[in-house]
């Protein structure tokens, strides 16, 4: 008994000694950790298309050009890939090194279709009860999707004032809330870059000032570091 006990002892050193078995028990793991953290990027929204008709009335004049740029297809998809690339850099270093092949594999998961958005400026003076009706009116096209007020102070604010407006969002009922964040963050990206045009600022020297990547640790042993 004790000589197959021992037997089976040895043995089981030496298949956990092996290479293989000590990578596929690194790497399973790994891989496990990997599928959580881009499953939902890679599938949830990998054939979900923001599509719509967007009303703008902006009395400040600045935004409305700034959204369109920000509603540009190929914009959109470098936001996106740079959003992602931001929150990969959060994850763990394994997660990043597997990410980084299967991002390079995947990139059109990743980023999903792209929108199908039109965009109508209405006039500053337009009724905005009359708007309102108009979100739920019938379309043959694309579904009436919101309607965007801007605050005549939402890039400069009112002459004694220090503090910027924003914008009032109309929807119809039943919008998807994926349809409400691709909103809100364009017409975010919209003002942000139209406030800054008007302190004549450069908005790529300001995203690369507070922008502060997580850099990877490195491991320092006696003699060695890596």
Known sequence: MRRI???????????????????GLLIIPAMM???????PRLFDD?????????????????????????????????????EFQRELE???????????????QSMDDVLGPAPNIRLIERSADVDIEVEKEWLNEESEGLRHTALIVIHDNAVRPRTGESTFGTYDLYVPPGLDDRVLDFIYSNVREATVNARVSAQA????TIDSIVRVPRQRSITVSEGQEG
């Open 90 to 104: 959060q994850d763990p270093e394994v997660v990043q090194d597997l990410a980084g092949i299967a991002v390079n």
């Open 5 to 23: 006990l021992r037997i089976a002892s040895r043995d089981f050193v030496a298949v956990i000694s092996t290479k293989g078995f000590i990578v």
């Open 46 to 82: 990998a054939s979900f298309q923001v599509e719509g008709e967007f009303a703008l009335v902006d009395p400040t004049g600045s935004i409305a050009p700034e959204l369109h740029a920000a509603l540009d297809p190929d914009a959109i998809a470098r936001r996106r890939l740079e």
């Open 201 to 204: 600022l450069d908005r790529d």
């Open 33 to 39: 950790v990997l599928m959580v953290v881009l499953g």
